[in-house]
Nanobody
Framework: QVQLVESGGGLVQAGGSLRLSCAASGRTFSWYAMAWFRQSPGTEREFVAGINWSDGTEYADSVMGRFTIYRDNSKTTVYLQMNSLKPEGTAVYYC????????????????WGRGTQVTVSS
């Protein structure tokens, strides 16, 4: 069982930056693939970025070059550094943990946090 708690969301102007954190419980954190997804009203949960147990990463095309995902296994925390934010990035951002390979489908992640709201004003 893994429990995830996201933090770091807020209101930011377009072009600004935010860093999201996802604190995980459990001693096997380092084995999990971790990912960030986002969801705005009326849309499906969308893959943003993911990182596997060996620090391999994957990004959605829409955030490539602007967002960076990284993990600190000693703190059982995964981060999402978001730069050059755009208004279309407004959404609730969710952290997911999965025991399999890194993937971009929400069905590959068994554990989820409650999300943190990110609002980007134009």
């Amino acid at each position: 069982q893994v429990q995830l708690v996201e933090s770091g969301g807020g209101l930011v102007q377009a072009g600004g930056s935010l860093r999201l954190s996802c604190a995980a419980s459990g001693r096997t954190f380092s084995w999990y693939a971790m990912a960030w997804f986002r969801q705005s009203p009326g849309t499906e949960r969308e893959f943003v970025a993911g990182i596997n147990w060996s620090d391999g990463t994957e990004y959605a095309d829409s955030v490539m070059g602007r967002f960076t995902i990284y993990r600190d296994n000693s703190k059982t925390t995964v981060y999402l550094q978001m730069n050059s934010l755009k208004p279309e990035g407004t959404a609730v951002y969710y952290c997911g943990a999965g025991g399999g390979a890194l993937g971009n489908s929400s069905t590959e992640y068994a554990y989820w946090g409650r999300g943190t709201q990110v609002t980007v004003s134009s």
